[in-house]
Every structure is written in structure tokens, then in C-alpha cells.
């Protein structure tokens, strides 16, 4: 599996845990003459209505059109005017996308440039009307507004991960530099993935990528916004949800199979996380 597909496969992995977070929203018309320098302190998407933006970063010039997206990372600098003198209208969107307390997860992935309209058609298609809704009332449904950046955001990351689509915004801050990121945490996702029916130890994951256990646990903290612990949980908690789901398994035969010691145990951690024994769950 490739580098983008298995940061894809993390992220579903721990869809539940993530948090997006709708900051403002607003319409924007510019004449001919406008230009624009800044950064912005959180994650960003324009989505073009009229005219041709072009969006300068580290000296490289990116051109937006009618349709595309465009996806900015924080802190990233950039020069943003319209072409040929012709003015431009597009819609933007603030907005945070967490799992715990780590606001920085998407840096992780290339994802930061402009996105064909072609590539993203249905989604985008939503969020403007729902833009639009949101813009023509008030009390406009935010909650489906919402819905409709998550299904965008979701879709450029499954297009990343399915290689039809590479950010090609570079910026100095972009990409975190700690040591603690994805890349370094492969080896661990794969052996928990591959050993979720034993007793998985701290310090045999710190080992495999070769560090000391205490510094493993912060590295994987600062990655994911998690610890080791919490994502082999959810990890077995999303196996034990699609084991249920196959009715081919009784409950003692999944508390095996995620490694737990006893059916008891095993329907415990399964209630406290669904709030339903797992004889019970539908």
C-alpha cells in the first residue's frame, strides 16, 4: 500500500475521532485591480464562482478557475489577484479539522493547492447552494452546511489517497517538521493492524520504529492527538463494529480475535464505547 492510501486508511480508521469546525463564511466579490497578501491561521477553501485567480506561493503561480477549490494550509504566505484585469466572486470557508488536540493532521498530507472542479463536481455543487442558503438567511442550516465541507474535505483527501489528486502548494511552514508524523508511525499502524489479536506492548511499538518508549508515546501523541493506547482501542472497537456487522461471529469468538482475555472484558470496552453490549448491537 502506498504512502497516500495508507494516511487515507489512518484517517477513515478514525473518522469517529475527528472534529471539523466551520470558523466563518462569506461571499466575496473583487474588481480587476484587487490583490491580496496574507496567511491564514487555519485551514481554508475558496471555491471560485467568476472570473480566474491566480495564487502565487514561494514564487510558484497557480491559476483557479470557475469550479475549482482552492485549499490553503495555515500559516502558509501567499499573493492571490485576478487575471487579465477581469474581476473575480468566490466563496470561503474557515475551518479547524482535529482528531484530539492535534489541529495540524491534514499537514500531514499533500493536500494544500487547487482542486479541479472536475474532480470534486457533486461535492462542491452542494456547498455552494448550501453557502448560498446559509448567506441568504441567518438561521440557514449550518448543520448541513457543515455536512457539505465535511463531504468536500473528505473527498480530496480520498483522492489523494487514491492518487488522482496531489496538492502542488509548497510552503515553508507546510509540512510538520517534528519527528513525530505518519511516515514515521507506518510500521505501527501495520504491526497493530497485523497483531490486534494479541497483547500489543508500548514498547514493542516504540522499538519498531526505534526509539525510547517515553518518547514514542509523546512522538504518537503529537502526531495523532492520541495515544498508542486510544488507537488500539478504536482500532479493535471498529473490527469488533464490522465483526458484529458479519453475524458469523459469536461474542467469545470476536474477544479472541481482538485479543482480549475473556468475552467479560471484551463486552465491557465494547459497551463503554457504543453504550450497547455487543449481543445487543444492530
Known sequence: ???????????????????????????LQHDG???????????????????????????????????????????????????????CRFNYIHFDFEIGKQQRILNDFQLSGVVPYKLVREEVDLCTNALV?????????????????????????????????????????????????????????????????????????????????KYFITSFKKTLGITPGQYIYQIRMNRARDYLNERKYSVQQIATLLGYPDPFTFSKAFKKYYQVAPSKFE
Open 1 to 27: 500500500m502506498n504512502k497516500q492510501a495508507a494516511n487515507m486508511g489512518i484517517l477513515s480508521d478514525l473518522s469517529e475521532l475527528i472534529s471539523l469546525r466551520m470558523k466563518s463564511f462569506l461571499a
Open 33 to 87: 485591480a484587487w490583490i491580496e497578501h496574507r496567511a491564514h491561521i487555519d485551514y481554508d477553501l475558496w471555491f471560485i464562482q467568476e472570473g480566474t485567480v491566480a495564487i502565487t506561493i514561494d514564487g510558484v503561480e497557480h491559476l483557479a478557475n470557475p469550479g475549482d477549490v482552492v485549499f490553503f494550509y495555515p500559516d502558509i504566505p501567499y499573493k492571490a489577484t485576478t487575471v487579465n484585469q477581469v474581476g
Open 133 to 213: 442558503r446559509a448567506d441568504q438567511s441567518p438561521s440557514g442550516n449550518r448543520l448541513y452546511l457543515k455536512a457539505c465541507l465535511t463531504a468536500v474535505v473528505a473527498r480530496i483527501i480520498e483522492l489523494h489517497g487514491q492518487g488522482q489528486y496531489t496538492g502542488a502548494f509548497r510552503g515553508r511552514n507546510e509540512t510538520r517538521t517534528t519527528s513525530g508524523s505518519l511516515e514515521l508511525l507506518h510500521p505501527v499502524f501495520e504491526y497493530i493492524s497485523h497483531h490486534i489479536h494479541q497483547t500489543i506492548r508500548v514498547n514493542e511499538l516504540a522499538a519498531l520504529v526505534g526509539i525510547s518508549e
